[in-house]
């Protein structure tokens, strides 16, 4: 995912506007952006947009979401969410993020909203982009633990990796990074493991 230039014109939903200034961006700028094919999220005020995910990027995706639904149809732990969907986290001036999955729990609930989830989620999901790793690498993962989001998966479609974070006391430590031939387990669902080789099969 890219960073906006600094200045630009963009065709709002309903007019073509100058855009706010980089660190000026705020909710309402966002939902006038248009329907077009790009993602685009907010953080600490300045735009990012990426195009539609790549194949390979969509296949990791959707078979981990497949694994994790099944999962929580026997649990009834809460509820899975794929991007695109809107996340608000706390304490971020209304920036909005949109992890490529997330969870919720069940007790939880109140947080999702008609058009948007408004709170940290239990678990977030991202696969990294060839073009931009350090966005889900170092941007995301200092904005979702400032956000008190407990776990934080980082999938490497391309390496065939998965790498597990949970928070504690603020920070994230790593629980390890797991290759082909192992499982990813997470520790905010219990339960809840994944081999690495049926996120991606030849």
Sequence with gaps: MRRARESATVTYATQ?????????WTYDDYALL????????????????????????QRVIT?????LEDFLEESALGTAYVAPIDVILPGKLGD????DILFVRQERMEIVGETCIEGAPDLAIEA????NP???RSLKYELYAEAGVPEYWIINPHGQTAEIHVLRSGRYASLGLRNRGE????????????PVDEMNPA
């Design 34 to 57: 248009p329907d077009d094919g790009i993602r685009y999220e907010v953080i600490r005020g300045e735009l990012y947009m990426s195009a539609a995910p790549r194949p390979l990027h």
């Design 96 to 99: 909005p993020v949109q992890p």
């Design 183 to 194: 499982t990813a387990r997470s520790e905010v669902l219990d339960g809840f493991a994944v």
């Design 134 to 136: 350090a966005h889900d």
């Design 16 to 24: 073509s506007a100058h855009a706010p200034a980089q660190g000026k």
């Design 128 to 131: 990294l982009s060839p073009s």
């Design 63 to 67: 078979r981990l979401a497949f694994f």
